[in-house]
């Protein structure tokens, strides 16, 4: 399968960090987050990538053409979709690229164990139009335990909460580009369906992390400078 990325946006919460530099190139350890995510989809077999490009995409295309950057049997595709696209608009690019086939689908920005082979094999077993990685939420807190006179009997720092979010490491068919209108996200379209009982969940109990802030670039850095992402993702200080 195709793994479409969805690498084009400003990454404005990670200011001033991306004013110069698409987030998808920021460096988690010694190398791109971008780079790290389409090794795990390459470890599960998916080698074929779509990226959809917009802001700085020359740095993305520049980086990625280099065959000192990538696995000789990777196949990249790069798709320049505009700065200012939204997701969905950035997906509508890929009209006639794809023809009624299913393709994997990922966000620029998340890093996760899961096996997306299993979530291939859920997809094809339920014969939904969309199934996602989804993971638990953690609180970005501290909760504290009380009873109903207010008197604290626990602490809990950011602990995980019994909610879902979607974690993407989503496998789509292509019938969800024809669906998308200018001005939509693709979770426009994922509500569409699941309104009609098309879209299917994958619960992902391992790791899940997502670079939306700087401190979330601290944190992953300081997991790498531990070796413990490493061992979470089950790969090593990549060097090609």
């Not at 292509?174 to 998308?180: A, C, E, G, V």
């Amino acid at each position: 399968m195709k793994v479409v990325i969805l690498c084009g946006g400003k990454g404005t919460r990670m200011l001033p960090t991306t004013e110069e530099m698409p987030k998808p190139m920021i460096h988690v350890g010694n190398r791109p987050i971008l780079w790290h995510i389409m090794k795990l989809y390459a470890k599960n077999g998916h080698k074929d990538f779509i990226l959809l490009t917009g802001f700085k995409a020359s740095l993305i295309q520049e980086y990625f053409s280099n065959p000192q950057n990538i696995e000789p049997d990777w196949n990249v595709t790069f798709v320049d979709t505009g700065v200012d696209a939204t997701k969905g608009e950035r997906l509508m690019a890929l009209k006639g690229k794809l023809k009624d086939e299913d393709f994997l689908l990922a966000y620029g920005d998340d890093l996760c164990n899961v096996n997306i082979n299993d979530v291939i094999d859920v997809h094809q077993r339920n014969g939904k139009t969309v199934t996602i990685t989804t993971v638990r939420l953690a609180s970005p807190f501290g909760v504290v335990e009380m009873n109903e006179d207010g008197i604290i009997s626990k602490f809990k720092e950011k602990p995980i909460l019994d909610y879902w979010i979607s974690g993407g490491y989503i496998v789509a068919n292509s019938k969800i580009i024809d669906m998308i209108k200018p001005g939509m996200d693709e979770t426009d379209v994922f509500e569409e369906l699941a309104a009609q009982g098309q879209v299917q969940a994958l619960k992902h109990y391992g790791f899940w992390k997502t670079m939306n802030t700087v401190k979330d670039l601290q944190d992953l850095n300081d997991l790498w400078s531990k070796g413990e992402l490493q061992k979470q993702l089950g790969i090593e200080n990549h060097e090609c």
